[in-house]
């Protein structure tokens, strides 16, 4: 397939879209790309999200009875799940587009892939390495804590647990809102996370990856990766239903790697091509303070004067804003006295 259609190359060999990125329609009054934005909005990610939140209902938690008392079984059990479902989705995603290399570097932002340069910042000097180890034994570990909780409150009706079969209008409602909730959520928790000592002290381990692949998804300081997880939690909050829960839980967990999977679009057949939606985040690595929030769904970049779309405005936005810091900065700095 030929990228060259949809993007150019620089000298460098690094790939940009020609389509700048554009917040959801609502928000600038293109109600004719109403019907598309929601397509995309749905399909394929979020109805995967809600499929995965139904296989673990029906297949995997325990009944209400087992989760009112905890238990190492079915704690491990959980982990156990999740540790095999990110190893599938986030492995094979890995093995057939970083390892074997199946379509190279079409579609691919940074023509660099992050095995062939080691460095210090990393474990064993390896980012694929590093970055497995920090999702698999970490971060994932912290999703199924957080889902523990979940699950022994509802079965506790320590949280307002709501049947389908009664209050479907209302949990309906509560699945549509979730994307723009999380939006404004990971907006809120990055940008807290971006303020200088906690970039230093827990979000800077997620930068390293400045170029990042799937297993960087959720290679995350546990001060990070706990609090990126207990999104969920917010359900316990507000009447609704473990679906719901389960759907932003999944939304973070395995809906993490659409940020990072490095391509623009992955080819699935010789004419089939699976959208990433990963230039808004890839964005974010490359430039640091940038692209906070999601796809705009809720468009608070846009509304902070952090927002960019990809293009040469925005970079020279984005410059100019930068130099503005910096004259801020160096003008706080004492001047030296003159000796008498």
């Known amino acids: 397939m030929d990228d060259s259609q949809y993007g150019t190359r620089d000298k460098r060999g690094n790939w940009t879209p020609n389509e700048t990125l554009q917040v959801a329609p609502y928000w600038t009054g293109q109600w004719g790309k109403m019907g598309q934005f929601l397509v995309g909005l749905v399909w394929p990610w979020n109805a995967f999200h809600m499929a995965t939140a139904f296989l673990y209902l029906w297949f995997v938690i325990p009944d209400r009875e087992t989760l ?13 799940v999740n540790m095999a479902g990110i190893f599938v989705l986030y492995g094979a995603i890995e093995f057939f587009y970083y390892v074997k ?34 999702s698999f034994f970490i971060t994932v570990p912290l999703w199924t804590v957080v889902e523990i909780v979940m699950l022994w409150a509802y079965a506790n009706s ?39 000592f906690l970039y230093k002290h827990i979000h800077s381990v997620h930068h390293n990856s400045i170029n990042p692949s799937p297993w960087s998804s959720l290679s995350m300081h546990p001060g990070e990766g706990f609090p990126y997880m207990a999104e969920a939690w917010l359900h316990l909050l507000i009447p609704s239903n473990p679906i ?11 809906g993490a790697i659409n940020g990072h999977l490095g391509f623009e679009k992955l080819e699935l057949t010789e004419d089939t091509t699976l959208d990433s939606h990963a230039y808004v985040h890839y964005l974010h690595h490359k430039y640091f303070e940038v692209n906070y929030g999601g796809d705009g769904v809720v468009p608070l970049d846009m509304l902070f004067g952090t ?29 030296a006295t003159p000796a008498e």
């Open 68 to 80: 009112a008392t905890f238990s190492w079984d079915w704690a491990l059990w959980l982990l156990f």
């Open 307 to 335: 927002w960019h779309d990809g293009s040469k405005e925005a970079d020279e936005k984005m410059k100019a804003r930068f130099r503005k810091k910096k004259e801020k900065q160096n003008s706080r700095k004492p001047t």
């Open 244 to 254: 719901c829960a389960y759907f932003t839980l999944h939304a973070a967990g395995f």
């Open 101 to 134: 290399r199946i379509q190279g570097d079409r579609w691919r932002y940074n023509h660099k892939f992050p095995a062939d340069n080691p460095s210090d910042v990393f474990w064993f000097k390896s980012q694929n390495i590093d970055n497995f180890l920090r």
């Open 158 to 196: 320590w949280a307002v647990w709501l049947p389908w079969t009664t209050h479907w209008v209302w949990l309906t409602v509560v699945i549509l809102l979730a994307p723009a909730v999380h939006e404004i959520y990971f907006f809120c928790l990055h940008r807290l996370i971006h303020t200088p």
